[in-house]
T-cell receptor, first 114, second 115 residues
Framework: ELKVEQNPLFLSMQEGKNYTIYCNYSTTSDRLYWYRQDPGKSLESLFVLLSNGAVKQEGRLMASLDTKARLSTLHITAAVHDLSATYFCAVDSGGGTSYGKLTFGQGTILTVHP | NAGVMQNPRHLVRRRGQEARLRCSPMKGHSHVYWYRQLPEEGLKFMVYLQKENIIDESGMPKERFSAEFPKEGPSILRIQQVVRGDSAAYFC?????????????FGPGTRLTVL
């Protein structure tokens, strides 16, 4: 059974600082997704990572994927308050008819304060 | 292009009643997924459907839960004889599945409260 683990689970950051969220998964996959969720809201797709070495950047967020290490990172640069949210990584473990089943990490609750 | 639509957004049921949750995928998407999010937890996969077919229901509880995606109309997640432990947010997602990968777009969720 695929397991996806994120750390840290709680992250309190000062504005302007940098930090990284880690996402480890237990079985081979080359499809990994990052989502953002604001309290009481739905999930917003941030990044789609589809191959080893993939790197995507959007604003102050950058995501990367190392399929050999089964590790993805979400790097936050010069954090601002608007980035406060819960961030989830999700791995597509399926193949054949199971393609499409996403397994989510526990989520990282990010709080950015002045 | 309207996003994934779910209704109702909030649903209150008493123990033993039935809950019906509806999901309309994005236009052009023919693949629907249901996930459940318990308080303070991540999302757990429940079921994956295409039109008139259940593709993967490995995450569905064995009893009381069923899902369908008819040829016409929205996908329905049905929970019979609800219990307090069914209280959660239920999210539907859809994908086009024509790009060789599976980016899923999520609806706003239905928050079910069982009294």
């Amino acid at each position: 059974e695929l397991k996806v683990e994120q750390n840290p689970l709680f992250l309190s950051m000062q504005e302007g600082k940098n930090y990284t969220i880690y996402c480890n998964y237990s079985t081979t996959s080359d499809r990994l997704y990052w989502y953002r969720q604001d309290p009481g809201k739905s999930l917003e797709s941030l990044f789609v990572l589809l191959s080893n070495g993939a790197v995507k950047q959007e604003g102050r967020l950058m995501a990367s994927l190392d399929t050999k290490a089964r590790l993805s990172t979400l790097h936050i640069t010069a954090a601002v308050h608007d980035l406060s949210a819960t961030y989830f990584c999700a791995v597509d473990s399926g193949g054949g008819t199971s393609y499409g089943k996403l397994t989510f990490g526990q989520g990282t609750i990010l709080t950015v304060h002045p | 292009n309207a996003g994934v639509m779910q209704n109702p957004r909030h649903l209150v049921r008493r123990r033993g009643q039935e809950a019906r949750l509806r999901c309309s995928p994005m236009k052009g998407h023919s693949h629907v997924y249901w996930y459940r999010q318990l308080p303070e937890e991540g999302l757990k996969f429940m079921v994956y459907l295409q039109k008139e077919n259940i593709i993967d229901e490995s995450g569905m509880p064995k009893e009381r839960f069923s899902a369908e995606f008819p040829k016409e109309g929205p996908s329905i997640l049905r929970i019979q004889q609800v219990v307090r432990g069914d209280s959660a947010a239920y999210f539907c997602a859809s994908s086009p599945r024509d790009r060789g990968y599976n980016e899923q777009f999520f609806g706003p969720g239905t928050r079910l409260t069982v009294l």
